[in-house]
């Protein structure tokens, strides 16, 4: 059974960069087209942060983090990171890597394989 075990994390200051890494993403396949970053605040829904369709390496962002995250893959180790800069206080959240067998990324039902979860905390 795949697993995604994630690293990364911590603390940081406002302004401040952290990377989030996810292993255990394997390439493209019938069972596994996108992969994708989502965090979930205290006492909130879990949302959607960032995917990557693992066909073309197309991305996209929520617009809260477009120009300030970056989502990429290392196919070689079967790595997804999450590159996080200009960190602000509303970031804080535990995020979580996921994958999906669908061809659209948006299709958040379909993310069904999940990392453990990590925190970050950006302090003003």
């Known amino acids: 059974q795949v697993q995604l075990v994630q690293s990364g994390g911590g603390s940081a200051q406002a302004g401040g960069s952290l990377t989030l890494s996810c292993q255990g993403v394997?390439?493209?396949?019938?069972?596994?087209?996108?992969a994708a970053w989502f965090r979930q605040a205290p006492g909130r829904e879990r949302r959607w942060v960032a995917f990557?369709?693992?066909?073309?390496?197309?991305?996209d962002y929520t617009s809260s983090v477009r120009g300030r995250f970056t989502i990429s893959r290392d196919a070689a180790v079967n790595s997804l990171y999450l590159r996080m800069d200009n960190l602000k206080p509303e970031d804080t959240a535990t995020y979580y890597c996921?994958?999906?067998?669908?061809?659209?990324?948006?299709?958040?039902?379909?993310?069904?394989?999940w990392g453990q979860g990590t925190q970050v905390t950006v302090s003003s």
């Open positions: 996921a994958t999906s067998p669908d061809f659209s990324c948006f299709s958040w039902d379909y993310y069904n394989t």
């Open positions: 394997e390439e493209y396949s019938d069972n596994n087209k996108c």
């Open positions: 990557l369709y693992l066909g073309g390496d197309a991305t």
